[in-house]
């Protein structure tokens, strides 16, 4: 397990200093379009990504459970999730609802294959209403993908805002 740790520590500190993002056009529609060309982006993990945020968007529990390691670890907010099934369990429903009406911009999103791992990192604007309250803030999203079994799984999560 310290293997792993030691391992994920090192492909996101990898990460910060190749990082080679590409930009997006503003998104007019209430949907998460990650379909532009970055590098990587259009690699099997980096539409495990895509397929991902789209699932959490969309409120398809069990297809963005299906994305996620048994094992992942999440951190947002100053907490930590330590199981796909604490996640999908308890805050994924907050996200999903939070996310569902929010118009999502990517700023810059790219995806790098070291082998079997691999890595993805993004800046995104949300924009508009959420229970009544104006809505208008930039995320920052790393994760680390690990192939498993011939597919890739979502292994670490770090959402900030």
């Given amino acids: 397990m310290k293997r792993i740790i030691i391992h994920i520590f090192m492909v996101v500190f990898a ?3 190749s990082f080679n993002a590409a930009y997006a056009q503003p998104n007019s529609e209430k949907s998460v379009d990650m379909h532009f060309e970055s590098e990587g ?3 099997d993990a980096g539409k495990v990504v895509i397929e991902f945020h ?3 968007q969309q409120g398809q529990k069990d297809k963005a459970r299906g994305f996620l390691d048994d094992n ?3 951190y947002e ?3 930590v999730e330590r199981s796909a099934d604490d996640y999908a369990n308890h805050h994924m429903y ?8 929010l118009d999502i911009e990517i700023l810059e999103h790219s995806v790098r294959v070291l082998g079997s791992t691999a890595y993805s990192m993004s800046r995104t604007r949300l924009t508009g209403q959420y229970k009544g309250k104006a809505v208008n803030s930039e995320g920052m999203e790393s994760m680390v993908l690990l192939k498993k079994e011939g597919g890739w799984k979502i292994s ?6």
């Fill in 77 to 79: 907010g100053g907490r």
């Fill in 94 to 101: 907050a996200d999903m609802e939070y996310l569902a009406d």
């Fill in 156 to 161: 670490h999560i770090h959402w900030s805002h």
């Fill in 15 to 17: 990460a910060i200093f």
């Fill in 72 to 74: 992942v670890i999440i």
């Fill in 54 to 56: 789209q699932a959490i």
């Fill in 41 to 43: 982006l259009k690699t």
